[in-house]
C-alpha cells in the first residue's frame, strides 16, 4: 500500500522536511508498519505542537498516531485513567472535569496528545509542587520495533519506562499510558496578580513565595529598559473550593466547554514582531496586568492555556516561522539567568512571551528537561538576524552552568551540546538500544543530535 508524502514542520514551522505518513487505527496496525519500515525510520507524531524537527522523519515513515483507539477510562475511585496516546490533553480535560479529576500536569496548550506529553516529559506551572508528568504515570503501553506489545511500569522495568519518559519518541511507539488524575471541586482556581519592577525583583518575589502556591508562573519583559529589564506579571494561583465560586457559577462548578475565539490571519509579513512592535505590545500588556490582585477566580483556559483561544497565532510570525529556545540553570546560577536576559535585550531579541518559572526536583527519566532551578522560555522570530550565532553563544552560557534546552521545544542545537546538558545520555543510550537494537527508530531531531543510530554514521 502507498502512503501519502506529506511536508511536515512542527509549531514553530521552520525546517519543513517530507515523509510518508500513516494513520493506523489499531495496534496491530502500528506493529505492521513497524515490521514494514523503510531504512529511514519512523517515528511517531500526534498533533505536531512540538516546535522542532521530533516528531518528522524526512524520507521515512510518520506514524499519525491521533487515530488509535483509546478513550478515556477513570477508575473513580482510585483516580486513575487510562488513555490512549493519540488523545488530546484538550479531549481528556473535557472528560475528566465533569467528574471531578483533573490532569496532574498541563503545559501552556491543551492541543498535545497523551503521547507526545509523555515523549517530551511535560511540565507546567506546578512542577516545584508536583514535578512533571512522568512521576504521575503508572504505565505504559508500547509497540517495540520488532513488532512485540509490551506493558512497563517504574517497577517492573524502570530502564525502558523512564527512558521513554522524556525519550522523544526513541523507544517505541507509546499506544497508551495510565495517569494518576488530581481530583477537584470545581473547574476554576483563584489567583493572584502581582505586577514585578525588575528581573531582580521576579526572581525575589518567586524565590520568597512560590512554595506557598500550587501554580505559579512569570511572564517577563525582556524589552524594557532603563533599569527595568525583565519586570514582569507573577501569577499564582491554586485549584478554587466550590464554595468559593460566586454563586452564579456554583450550580455548574466543573463545567468546561472552552472555544478557540479569535483566529490569527494565516499570512503575516515578514518582520512584523520586531523590537519595536514587541516592546509596544510589552508595555500594554504589563500596564493592563493589576498591580497587585487576590483570589480573583478565573477559569482553567485563561489561566493555564491563554493562546489555546487564538488559532494559528504561529503565523504571527511570518513566513520563516519561530524558534523557541527555553532553558533551564540550577538554584545559584541566577547571574547567567540576568547574563542571558541581558545579552537578549541588547542584541534586540526580544520576545513577547518570555515565561520564567522554577523547577522543582527532576524524575528517573534520563532525557527529562526539567531540573532544580530557573526555567525560562522565549518565543523569537526564526528570521532574526544573528539568531543562530546568538543562541551558540546563550547554549555555551548555559551548558557551562551546568544547565539544559528543553528538546521538545528545541530546532537547532548542535549534537556537540548534547551531552553537556544531558550528561545522563549513555544511560538513555544503552535503554533504547535494548529496546531497538537495529535503530528503526529515528527522527530529523535524532539524526541531527545524533540520538539514532543512522544519526552516527559519518
Known amino acids: 500500500m502507498e502512503l501519502p508524502q506529506r511536508l511536515l514542520t512542527g509549531f514553530g514551522r521552520t525546517a519543513p522536511t517530507r515523509a510518508s505518513v500513516a494513520r493506523p487505527r489499531s495496534v496491530e496496525e502500528v506493529a505492521g508498519l513497524l515490521a514494514a519500515a523503510a531504512p529511514r525510520g519512523l517515528i511517531a507524531r500526534g498533533l505536531g505542537s512540538s516546535y522542532g524537527d521530533a516528531a518528522q522523519c524526512a524520507g521515512g515513515l510518520v506514524v499519525d498516531c491521533t487515530g488509535l483507539p483509546g478513550r478515556p477510562r477513570l477508575d473513580p475511585e482510585t483516580g486513575r485513567c487510562a488513555v490512549g496516546a493519540g488523545v488530546s490533553l484538550d479531549a ?28 517530551a516529559d511535560i511540565h507546567g506551572k506546578n512542577h516545584h509542587v508536583d514535578g512533571s508528568l512522568g512521576h504521575h504515570v503508572r504505565s505504559l503501553t508500547l509497540v517495540l520495533p520488532g513488532g512485540e506489545v509490551r506493558t512497563v511500569t517504574p517497577e517492573s522495568d524502570p530502564a525502558l519506562f523512564w527512558a521513554t519518559v522524556g525519550g522523544m519518541g526513541l523507544t517505541g511507539v507509546i499506544t497508551e499510558a495510565v495517569v494518576q488524575c488530581v481530583p477537584v471541586e470545581t473547574a476554576f482556581l483563584r489567583v493572584d496578580t502581582e505586577r514585578t519592577r525588575d528581573l531582580d525583583h521576579t526572581l525575589e518575589l518567586m524565590a520568597a513565595t512560590d512554595d506557598h502556591h500550587h501554580y505559579s508562573v512569570a511572564w517577563i519583559d525582556l524589552a524594557a529598559g532603563k533599569g527595568a529589564t525583565g519586570r514582569g506579571v507573577l501569577t499564582r494561583g491554586r485549584h478554587a473550593r466550590r464554595d468559593e465560586l460566586p454563586a452564579r ?11 478557540t475565539r479569535l483566529r490569527a490571519p494565516g499570512w503575516a509579513p515578514p518582520g512584523l514582531l520586531n523590537r519595536h512592535t514587541v516592546r509596544a505590545f510589552n508595555e500594554a500588556w504589563y500596564r493592563r496586568a493589576p498591580a ?47 547574563a542571558v536576559a541581558g545579552r537578549l535585550a541588547a542584541a534586540g531579541a526580544v520576545s513577547f512571551l518570555a515565561v520564567l518559572k522554577r523547577f ?26 544573528g539568531l543562530a ?35 545522563r545520555l549513555a544511560e538513555w543510550d544503552a535503554a533504547r538500544r535494548a529496546a531497538d537494537p537495529t535503530g528503526l527508530l529515528g527522527s530529523d531531531l535524532a539524526r541531527r543530535l545524533s540520538l539514532s543510530q543512522e544519526g552516527r554514521k559519518p
Open 92 to 119: 481528556l480535560m473535557r472528560a475528566l472535569l465533569p467528574r471531578g479529576w483533573f490532569v496532574p500536569v498541563t503545559p501552556g496548550t491543551r492541543q498535545v496528545t497523551v503521547g507526545g506529553a509523555v515523549a
Open 249 to 259: 457559577r456554583r450550580g455548574t462548578p466543573l463545567a468546561f466547554a472552552p472555544a
Open 360 to 385: 522543582g526536583p527532576g524524575n528517573p527519566a534520563p532525557l527529562s528537561f526539567p531540573m532544580p532551578g530557573w526555567t525560562l522560555a522565549l518565543d523569537l522570530p526564526a528570521g532574526l538576524g
Open 389 to 423: 550565532a546568538l543562541l551558540t553563544e546563550l547554549d555555551e552560557r548555559v551548558a557551562g552552568a551546568g544547565g539544559r534546552v528543553y528538546l521538545a521545544k528545541d530546532a537547532r542545537l548542535p549534537a556537540s551540546m548534547l551531552a553537556r546538558m544531558y550528561p
Open 292 to 338: 497587585l490582585r487576590r483570589n480573583e477566580i478565573q477559569g482553567i483556559a485563561p489561566f493555564f492555556h491563554p493562546l489555546d483561544g487564538v488559532r494559528g497565532w504561529n503565523a504571527l510570525y511570518g513566513p520563516r516561522g519561530l524558534v523557541q529556545y527555553q532553558f533551564v540553570v540550577p538554584f545559584g546560577a541566577e547571574p547567567v539567568l540576568r
